[in-house]
């Protein structure tokens, strides 16, 4: 094991971290958390990081070759012999190195335990990393200042406390007390039903509710409703008619065989028919009405009559009309008695038109909740806090206050919050106080799907949470989905139980799932120890924490800037949660989440970015406190600008740490409010400073370009990274050099800022780089299924521009996707020929050149007059080469005669 001047060991993540093998991982975790780790979806938290990560990191951190290290073959619970004395783990830990770190990761697999290891996350959020240094046996705490993530982590922690069989009583105690009532709100005649014989009451006929006109209907059988589709409606300011508030009249993408076609609903006779294009005209097949689906009535900000054409702005109309109407259009069904009869799929899972039995259920609906005085206590009361979120400001584009919500009550229609009230005063009567619990948070986390934000994903044809943009988006198209829920569908409490379900017998028995030398997915046998043993958690503002000395490792996500207030958008799980917390603990009494405290750039607070910065200065100055003196902090942070990296280095070093290595890892793929992903974070590891030595700019700028030529070298010849990720590593070494003499370095007669030392880091490796568009472009062009997630990674720590990418045509998003400008790409080929017709063609690049080259030989038109005023054919013969090699069209290399002159070519 290396060893630093002052004879502190070198620990394994700063030596080398196995970023091509986490990622491997993280990629099918991020698409299938519910298998790989289902205890972190037990309930909603944002940003929340992927476990494979803080299990990597952990384990690259802990195992420091000195402390007690146990390991276990999963499900045996038999020390390894190959690793049960210390030479086999010394071996493992001191063979890491920057250019092969790989040696430790033989043991990720492993139940690996480090009993003697204080492992501290003071910004524990959805409690990943302490559930992470749990399973390792650590001894862990986590803290964080908003009651949502505390009650999360509390319930992950606990979990297996619980015993599954008695978790399923008491969840059939629930479903036996209120499934029944509830679900004969969700219940609409199948349209298939027509050759039945018989005629059966509706549903709600059977129940203790007044069913009011429905007494009067018979059909011959019922389907359940998987989703109420409804639009809000204003009246004209004009002509006075009603104006249904629809951007478009889509409905749904069609299915199974009609998966080419489209569900729209006609305006003209209110059905929801078949359409082959919905950006068409089109004449309904049932009234012959004649519309273009893709012409709504809503625009922007505003909406239009479509009888008499005044147009006026529908927040302006919600306030002097007293708020906005919902009319129910469409119903999406899934029927089990069609399915239990073996009908065709599309026959027992669809579409239709509302009816005037739906409308009639949701009159019934409304009228029992306005007599439900009894379910009061169990629906949130409190007004909706104004801030940054809620209110329209430089986060957020949207107010939910001009949109008529006032109170938290307001984001949900009738039927929801009968059956919801309903819901959780049956969990309420479940006498064990953490079966209970576990109840509330699957409850909880059901809400994100239950609310009058959500929207219909009219490609997936799926129900999409209130939370996909992290903030409140007031819409004008509503889904309401199944309260309880039926055999299809997402986001109801059936399927939150499950998912909490699963969790929970996953905390009894966590295992891991890891590739093995074959390339394959492996699941390995259960841990032989539960989640959360030897764990605690705590709730308050961390800088408060009392704790000096005491951790070995802290290791965390820290808040960063403005991304997601967590204060405000955890305030919609909180004032349910309250209902049934606020007697029991102390965190649940408030009106809200606390906001002042949270540590994030807030305007409505009028926390700046320097208010930020400084607060989470003095948060670096808590967690110092808190480790031992050989201690490490290490963090994931998401990928910044330079000068957001200088204000990170600057609080770090202040607080009385240097860098000692960074890492690119992947990310959770979260949208925020700008609607753009971040697609990966970095890893940051620190440990406390040593003696800072002054030094010149001059000197310390020649050991920066010595350490990341060195890095670069070793990482170029031993893995397959990316430049990009080369780059942050590179980045990582030239921070650390800095970090070393922080305050120190003299330019002349001045001292130079850490934002300063960080320009300057940023040009050495961009000069260091020759990586550009074209490189990025031609990596991009050699992948199978590239995504934008590809671009941001080969664009890292480059000179590659992903903008100009986009303004070149050389790359578009489509629905998601990324699509390549290639040469038979209108869209590039258009651009590169504007190009050509300007005063210079020569201006246009060998690119350009070889790709419009390529479109006219597929057209079948002569190369030589091209050829003849372009100059620079060494340049083109290279980028055809290199365009043949990335795609294995050797067309390009016939372009420019890899085998005899352009002049014999043409």
Request: charged fraction near 30%; proline fraction near 4%; glycine fraction near 6%.
């Amino acid at each position: 094991m290396s060893q630093e001047p002052t004879g502190r060991r070198e620990l394994p993540i700063e030596r080398g971290f196995p970023i091509e093998r986490v990622n491997e991982i993280a990629e099918k975790e991020n698409r299938a958390k519910r298998h790989y780790r289902p205890i972190y979806t037990m309930h909603k938290w944002w940003a929340r990081r992927l476990g494979c990560v803080f299990r990597a990191i952990e384990l690259y951190t802990l195992a420091d070759g000195e402390t007690r290290m146990d390991v276990y073959e999963p499900g045996s619970n038999t020390e390894l012999s190959s690793f049960a004395n210390e030479t086999g783990a010394e071996e493992l830990i001191n063979s890491v190195e920057i250019g092969d770190p790989s040696s430790l990761w033989q043991l990720y697999s492993k139940d690996v335990q480090f009993p003697d290891k204080k492992v501290l996350d003071p910004f524990m959020g959805g409690g990943t990393s302490i559930v992470e240094a749990s399973r390792f046996g650590a001894t862990s705490h986590g803290n964080d200042l908003n009651p949502v993530a505390w009650f999360v982590t509390k319930q992950e922690i606990e979990a297996a406390k619980t015993d599954v069989t008695e978790l399923d009583e008491a969840y059939e105690q629930v479903k036996s007390s209120v499934h029944g009532a509830v679900d004969a709100f969700y219940k609409t005649p199948c349209p298939h039903a027509d050759a039945d014989s018989d005629s059966t009451p509706h549903p709600i006929q059977g129940t203790d509710f007044d069913a009011g006109e429905l007494e009067a209907e018979d059909h011959g059988h019922y389907a359940d409703v998987m989703y109420n589709f409804w639009v809000k409606e204003l009246d004209c300011v004009s002509c006075d008619e009603s104006v249904s508030l629809f951007k478009d009249y889509r409905v749904a993408s069609g299915r199974y065989d009609e998966s080419d076609k489209y569900n729209v609903y006609c305006p003209g006779c209110e059905s929801v028919v078949l359409v082959d294009d919905w950006r068409a005209d089109c004449t309904c097949n049932r009234c012959h009405h004649e519309w273009c689906p893709a012409n709504g009535n809503v625009s922007g900000s505003d909406y239009a009559c479509p009888d008499c054409g005044a147009r006026y702005s529908i927040t302006d109309a919600i306030s002097e009309q007293g708020g906005f109407e919902l009319k129910q259009y469409a119903v999406e069904y899934y029927c089990t008695v069609c399915d239990d009869r073996g009908e065709q799929r599309e026959t027992y899972k669809g579409y239709k038109s509302t009816g005037t039995a739906d409308e009639k259920l949701a009159d019934v609906a409304a009228t029992a909740w306005e007599a439900a005085d009894d379910l009061e206590a169990y629906v949130p009361d409190r007004s909706i806090p104004e801030g940054a979120i809620t209110r329209e400001s430089e986060l957020n584009g949207n107010d939910v206050f001009n949109h008529g919500y006032t109170e938290w009550r307001d984001m949900f229609n009738s039927r929801q919050l009968l059956c919801l009230g309903h819901l959780l005063r049956a969990i309420e009567s479940i006498e064990d106080q953490a079966i209970r619990e576990l109840l509330l948070l699957a409850f909880s986390d059901s809400l994100m799907f239950q609310s009058t934000f959500t929207i219909y994903n009219l490609s997936a044809n799926k129900i999409e949470g209130t939370f996909r943009m992290n903030s409140f988006v007031p819409q004008m198209e509503i889904v309401e989905n199944n309260v309880w829920g039926t055999r299809a569908g997402r986001g109801t409490f059936s399927n939150t139980y499950d998912k909490l379900r699963s969790g929970v017998a996953y905390a009894h028995a966590p295992t891991e799932r890891y590739i093995n030398e074959d390339g394959e997915t492996v699941e390995s046998e259960p841990f032989a120890q539960p989640i959360g043993q030897h764990t605690s958690i705590s709730q308050g503002d961390m800088r408060s924490l009392d704790i000096e000395n005491e951790y070995d490792a802290v290791i965390t996500d820290p808040p960063y800037y403005d991304n997601i207030v967590y204060s405000e958008v955890a305030n919609y799980f909180y004032v349910w949660q309250q209902l049934l917390l606020e007697d029991t603990y102390d965190c649940f009494r408030g009106e809200m989440t606390p906001r002042t405290e949270s540590i994030v750039t807030n305007p409505f607070e009028g926390k700046t970015d320097e208010d930020f910065e400084a607060e989470l200065e003095e948060a670096f100055t808590v967690i110092k406190r808190a480790l031992t003196e050989d201690g490490v902090l290490a963090f994931t942070y998401h990928h910044s600008d330079s000068e957001s990296w200088g204000e990170l280095l600057e609080s770090l070093c202040e607080a009385g740490f240097e860098v000692t290595a960074s890492y690119p890892i992947a990310a959770d793929v979260n949208k925020f409010i700008t609607g753009e992903a971040v697609e990966f974070d970095i890893i940051i590891v620190a440990r406390p400073s040593q003696d800072r030595e002054p030094v010149s700019w001059r000197n310390l700028r020649r050991r920066i370009i010595k350490t990341t030529k060195e890095t670069h070298m070793r990482l170029a010849d031993s893995q397959e990274l990316s430049e990009g990720d080369i780059g942050v590593i590179e980045m990582g070494r030239a921070f650390h050099e800095y970090s070393k003499h922080h305050g120190a370095v003299r330019s002349g007669d001045t001292i130079m800022t850490a934002k300063e030392v960080v320009q300057e880091i940023y040009g050495i490796l961009q000069e260091a780089s020759d990586v550009g568009e074209l490189d990025v472009y031609l990596d991009l062009l050699a992948m199978s299924d590239p995504s934008y997630s590809d671009l941001n990674m080969l664009s890292k720590g480059t000179k590659a521009d992903a903008e100009s990418m986009r303004r070149m045509k050389l790359y578009r998003i489509e629905d998601g996707q990324l699509i390549l400008g290639t040469w038979n790409d209108p869209q590039r080929i258009a651009y590169i020929r504007t190009r050509l017709s300007g005063d210079d063609p020569e201006s246009v690049s060998p690119l350009g050149k070889a790709q419009f080259l390529r479109y006219q030989y597929e057209e079948g038109k002569a190369l030589g007059e091209w050829l003849d005023r372009w100059s620079d054919t060494e340049s083109l013969r290279d980028i055809c080469e290199q365009l043949a090699d990335a795609t294995g069209d050797e067309t390009f290399n016939r372009l420019v005669g890899s085998d005899k002159t352009f002049d014999e070519y043409q």
